[in-house]
């Protein structure tokens, strides 16, 4: 069987900041445009760029900001771990 997925576009303003926070489920996505950051505890910043992809583990501490001038836009998918 295979997972679960499904896929949406996201327009963050600039300045954006999410908190750290986990999900129940695997993301992955790309950045459209604008420069998109995602950290996770104990790694460097991660700045990404158009045509950037990144993935992020159901259950993975991250947090993501909208850093620059311009909006970020990104195409998210989410994919839920098999049971």
Same mark, same amino acid.
């Given at each position: 069987?295979a997972?679960?997925?499904?896929?949406e576009?996201y327009r =963050? %303003?600039p300045?954006?900041a999410? +908190? /750290?926070?986990t999900?129940?489920f695997? /993301?992955?996505?790309m &950045?459209?445009?604008?420069? =998109?950051v995602?950290?996770? +505890?104990g790694e &460097?910043?991660?700045r990404?760029? +158009?045509?950037s992809? =990144? =993935?992020?583990p159901?259950?993975s501490i991250?947090?993501t900001?909208?850093e620059? &001038? %311009?909006?970020? /836009?990104?195409?998210n %998918? &989410?994919v839920?771990?098999? +049971?």
């Amino acid at each position: 069987m295979a997972d679960a997925a499904g896929g949406e576009l996201y327009r =963050f %303003e600039p300045g954006y900041a999410s +908190p /750290e926070h986990t999900h129940q489920f695997h /993301e992955r996505a790309m &950045v459209l445009r604008g420069t =998109f950051v995602i950290t996770r +505890p104990g790694e &460097v910043a991660h700045r990404l760029g +158009p045509g950037s992809y =990144f =993935f992020v583990p159901a259950h993975s501490i991250h947090a993501t900001r909208c850093e620059g &001038v %311009e909006p970020c /836009e990104l195409y998210n %998918e &989410v994919v839920l771990p098999p +049971p």
